[in-house]
T-cell receptor, first 113, second 111 residues
Framework: DAGITQSPRHKVTETGTPVTLRCHQT?????MYWYRQDPGHGLRLIHY???????DKGEVSDGYSVSRSKTEDFLLTLESATSSQTSVYFC????????????FGSGTQLSVL | GQNIDQPTEMTATEGAIVQINCTYQ??????LFWYQQHAGEAPTFLSY????GLEEKGRFSSFLSRSKGYSYLLLKELQMKDSASYLC????????????FGTGTQLKVEL
């Protein structure tokens, strides 16, 4: 199994509060991704990173920011959580470009009340 | 977004063969993945196709026709543990070579 750890695994928070999800990898892979998964939508890319301090937006980036100060850590922040951000969040890594297979973390179930 | 179409649900019998189809827009195609996702778990990689034809890997095979914008995942000798969601994902060059997932096909294997 790829060494990917997401924390927390579950979180319940209130609307308007900031939330940070952490993804940690031990594989030294260059590429890291944050996805959200919702019924009827499949996995949708929020943000991704090609390396330290090198990040870019995905298709559903509004309301989210990311940071990657070290190769092994990729943080996803919801600056002011909304109920529409209730979802399952998956971190993924790949050794190379998008045509390399993804390895996913176990996911974070986030509920915004 | 990019249209990737898969059936929402399928049911099959243990020991049988099932084919899960995926269609996508052909413009800018640059590769197709299949992932398996059990309920409450993370997706795991099954196969990758970039050229036309059939890729076989044990009980699972994946087929691609680039001209038709069509792929299928073939599962043989179905087992109960194959009950899962199967996700088709396509790399399209438009928008920077990003991977786009379909909504997945929920497969239920029955006795």
């Amino acid at each position: 199994d790829a060494g990917i750890t997401q924390s927390p695994r579950h979180k319940v928070t209130e609307t308007g509060t900031p939330v940070t999800l952490r993804c940690h990898q031990t594989e030294n892979h260059r590429y890291m991704y944050w996805y959200r998964q919702d019924p009827g939508h499949g996995l949708r890319l929020i943000h991704y990173s090609y390396g330290v301090k090198d990040t870019d937006k995905g298709e559903v980036s509004d309301g989210y920011s990311v940071s990657r100060s070290k190769t092994e850590d990729f943080l996803l922040t919801l600056e002011s959580a909304t109920s529409s951000q209730t979802s399952v969040y998956f971190c993924a890594i790949s050794e190379g470009a998008p045509n390399e297979k993804l390895f996913f973390g176990s996911g974070t179930q986030l509920s915004v009340l | 977004g990019q249209n990737i179409d898969q059936p929402t649900e399928m049911t099959a019998t243990e020991g049988a063969i099932v084919q899960i189809n995926c269609t996508y827009q052909t413009s800018g195609f640059n590769g197709l993945f299949w992932y398996q996702q059990h309920a409450g778990e993370a997706p795991t990689f099954l196969s990758y196709n970039v050229l036309d034809g059939l890729e076989e890997k044990g009980r699972f095979s994946s087929f691609l026709s680039r001209s038709k914008g069509y792929s299928y995942l073939l599962l043989k000798e179905l087992q109960m543990k194959d009950s899962a969601s199967y996700l088709c994902a396509v790399i399209l060059t438009g928008g920077g070579n990003k991977l786009t997932f379909g909504t997945g096909t929920q497969l239920k294997v029955e006795l």
